[in-house]
């Protein structure tokens, strides 16, 4: 028995003025193209960690109480404009060149206060060599090479082959290098190993940035140079105030409304504990009713002796009571209404009671799990049948409800799937009951339009399909609000419940 994230940036180039006054019409102004957007991801900038956004789930410490915060869900077109905002109000304090001020802003993971206390604390030399940048207000004498002929080959320092001089660019450290290298250098370092906010100059030892206004970007460059990272919908995280609010994206999990990270964290531990060895425990094993250790059987005998060190308990297999009222001479195991036995039973019956509900939300969790990853794939067949139906003189506009119809089927797939982790850890109540009603009608709602776009359609069904996949999909984006605006005004009215493991 076994116990078992471009900036096109135009400035005056030359020295900067030391005059704090108002800033020059056309200086440091931000020319921003719709092909040409970039975006500061704070965590990556390599400056000093803001500690609030690290509080935890249920903004509380051990031994202390931490601010909760509220956070705001940002496209990336609003995190864009906050980022020029920024950078304006900055700069019209400090006057620099609007893309060194990003540079500036992004190392201190976009905090304006740290920003200009460090600034103005008399040693800009050493803020500008920590923010790998030159400080814009010295002229480098390297520059563009100015004095060297403009005909005149040289050699580039990758790989060594001599070009003209206009064949040439690089940073403000004054190193160059010929095109080819340079656009080879910024697509390895941005596509292959996923940087972007902190490329420096290819150089040996020399740590400048490369900045928003470095020539000869190419387009995949300029467009992904400091793209931040955006989840899963293509939104971003902006801390507003130190307010009671949830907790969403603090976990670095994908998008899980209506679950709360704590939970969602617990659950995903459980799941890896358990999933793999819970069925089968559940029918092969039972629990020593003294020390609670799992036990197996591996014999015909039903006098088992407990194998933990500090436990040793003998007790009945069969009943799970102590084996020593059973006799010795011969087995008769009769005593079911024995209390030791019972009280055995009871805590045996508990613990299945316990597994067998795991079991069921689980099962329901990893089900709409597996049906999302399928009706992922439903965008090729979608693709196939709004082809088919233009054919059957439908215009492309008409026949964008199946996209739509995919799209709402996948958040709601998305939204039954927490709805189980959020349900497992949730005492019962009035509030529950309604959120198992609105679960329900959700849950009935998306199987039918799942139904509906795995159908054929032919000519005589189009219009009819059509209608109905409508409908449905209309009526399911509403079930679905609904059933987050009610958890939504649970967390708010502090009216759900909790089961601690």
């Given at each position: 028995?076994d116990?078992?994230?471009?900036?096109?940036?135009d400035?005056?180039?030359?020295?900067?003025?030391?005059?704090?006054?108002?800033?020059?019409?056309?200086e440091?102004?931000?020319?921003?193209?719709?092909?040409?957007?970039?975006?500061?991801?704070?965590?990556?900038?390599?400056?000093?960690?803001?500690?609030?956004?690290e509080?935890?789930?249920?903004?509380?410490?051990?031994?202390?109480?931490?601010?909760?915060?509220?956070?705001?869900?940002?496209?990336?077109?609003?995190?864009?404009?906050?980022m020029?905002?920024?950078?304006?109000?900055?700069?019209e304090?400090?006057?620099?060149p609007?893309?060194?001020?990003?540079?500036?802003?992004?190392?201190?993971?976009?905090?304006?206060?740290?920003?200009?206390?460090?600034?103005?604390?008399?040693?800009?030399d050493?803020?500008?060599?920590?923010?790998?940048?030159?400080?814009?207000?010295?002229?480098?004498?390297?520059?563009?090479?100015?004095?060297?002929?403009?005909?005149?080959?040289?050699?580039?320092?990758?790989?060594?082959?001599?070009?003209?001089?206009?064949?040439?660019?690089?940073?403000?450290?004054?190193?160059?290098?010929?095109?080819?290298?340079?656009?080879?250098?910024?697509?390895t370092?941005?596509?292959?190993?996923?940087?972007?906010?902190?490329?420096?100059?290819?150089a040996?030892?020399?740590?400048?940035?490369?900045?928003?206004?470095?020539?000869?970007?190419?387009?995949?460059?300029?467009?992904?140079?400091?793209?931040?990272?955006?989840?899963?919908?293509?939104?971003?995280?902006?801390?507003?105030?130190?307010?009671?609010?949830?907790d969403?994206?603090?976990?670095?999990?994908?998008?899980?409304?209506?679950?709360k990270?704590?939970?969602?964290?617990?659950?995903?531990?459980?799941?890896?504990?358990?999933?793999?060895?819970?069925n089968?425990?559940?029918?092969?094993?039972k629990?020593?009713?003294?020390?609670?250790?799992?036990?197996?059987?591996?014999?015909?005998?039903?006098?088992?002796?407990?194998?933990?060190?500090?436990?040793?308990?003998?007790?009945?297999?069969?009943?799970?009571?102590p084996?020593?009222?059973?006799?010795?001479?011969?087995?008769?195991?009769?005593?079911?209404?024995?209390?030791d036995a019972?009280?055995?039973?009871?805590?045996?019956?508990?613990?299945?009671a316990?597994?067998?509900?795991?079991?069921?939300?689980?099962?329901?969790?990893?089900?709409?799990?597996?049906?999302?990853?399928?009706?992922?794939?439903?965008?090729?067949?979608?693709?196939?049948k709004?082809?088919?139906?233009?054919?059957?003189?439908?215009?492309?506009?008409?026949?964008?409800?199946?996209?739509?119809?995919?799209?709402?089927?996948?958040?709601?797939?998305?939204?039954?799937?927490?709805?189980?982790?959020?349900?497992?850890y949730?005492?019962?109540?009035?509030?529950?009951?309604?959120?198992?009603?609105?679960?329900?009608d959700?849950?009935?709602?998306?199987?039918?339009?799942?139904?509906?776009?795995?159908?054929?359609?032919?000519?005589?069904?189009?219009?009819?399909?059509?209608?109905?996949?409508?409908?449905?999909?209309?009526?399911?984006?509403?079930?679905?609000?609904?059933?987050?605006?009610?958890?939504?005004?649970?967390y708010?009215?502090?009216?759900?419940?909790?089961?601690?493991?």
């Amino acid at each position: 028995m076994d116990s078992d994230e471009g900036y096109n940036y135009d400035f005056d180039e030359d020295e900067c003025s030391e005059d704090s006054g108002a800033e020059e019409p056309g200086e440091d102004t931000l020319e921003l193209g719709e092909d040409e957007v970039e975006l500061v991801d704070p965590a990556e900038a390599g400056g000093e960690r803001d500690e609030g956004l690290e509080t935890g789930g249920s903004g509380h410490g051990t031994g202390q109480e931490e601010e909760d915060y509220r956070f705001e869900v940002l496209t990336a077109e609003q995190i864009l404009q906050h980022m020029v905002e920024c950078i304006r109000e900055v700069n019209e304090v400090i006057q620099n060149p609007a893309t060194i001020t990003r540079i500036l802003l992004s190392h201190f993971n976009w905090d304006r206060e740290k920003l200009m206390e460090r600034y103005f604390d008399g040693n800009v030399d050493k803020l500008f060599s920590e923010c790998h940048v030159i400080n814009p207000c010295k002229k480098s004498r390297t520059r563009l090479m100015s004095t060297r002929s403009a005909v005149q080959d040289l050699p580039c320092q990758i790989c060594y082959l001599n070009y003209p001089n206009s064949y040439f660019t690089g940073l403000e450290c004054g190193h160059k290098f010929c095109l080819q290298c340079w656009g080879d250098y910024l697509t390895t370092k941005i596509i292959e190993e996923g940087m972007g906010q902190t490329i420096s100059c290819p150089a040996h030892s020399c740590d400048i940035l490369v900045d928003d206004n470095t020539e000869h970007l190419p387009n995949i460059e300029l467009n992904h140079l400091l793209a931040p990272p955006l989840n899963s919908l293509g939104h971003g995280l902006y801390k507003t105030s130190h307010r009671d609010a949830g907790d969403i994206f603090n976990c670095g999990e994908n998008w899980h409304d209506p679950v709360k990270c704590k939970w969602l964290r617990k659950w995903i531990k459980k799941c890896d504990d358990d999933s793999e060895t819970s069925n089968w425990i559940a029918a092969n094993t039972k629990e020593c009713p003294k020390c609670h250790v799992t036990i197996e059987k591996d014999g015909g005998c039903n006098h088992m002796v407990c194998r933990n060190q500090s436990c040793k308990a003998e007790f009945c297999w069969v009943c799970l009571g102590p084996w020593e009222p059973h006799g010795s001479a011969w087995y008769n195991c009769n005593r079911y209404n024995e209390d030791d036995a019972k009280a055995a039973r009871d805590a045996q019956e508990r613990s299945r009671a316990m597994l067998q509900r795991y079991l069921f939300y689980c099962n329901r969790y990893m089900n709409h799990m597996q049906s999302l990853r399928f009706e992922h794939k439903l965008y090729a067949g979608v693709k196939a049948k709004m082809e088919e139906m233009q054919q059957h003189n439908m215009s492309w506009i008409e026949v964008q409800f199946l996209k739509k119809a995919v799209d709402v089927l996948c958040q709601c797939r998305s939204t039954l799937m927490f709805t189980y982790v959020f349900a497992f850890y949730l005492k019962k109540n009035n509030q529950s009951i309604i959120f198992e009603n609105n679960q329900a009608d959700l849950e009935n709602c998306t199987e039918t339009l799942s139904g509906y776009l795995e159908r054929d359609i032919s000519q005589d069904s189009l219009q009819d399909i059509k209608q109905k996949v409508q409908d449905k999909y209309r009526y399911c984006e509403s079930r679905r609000r609904v059933l987050l605006q009610h958890v939504h005004e649970g967390y708010e009215k502090d009216q759900w419940e909790y089961i601690e493991d």
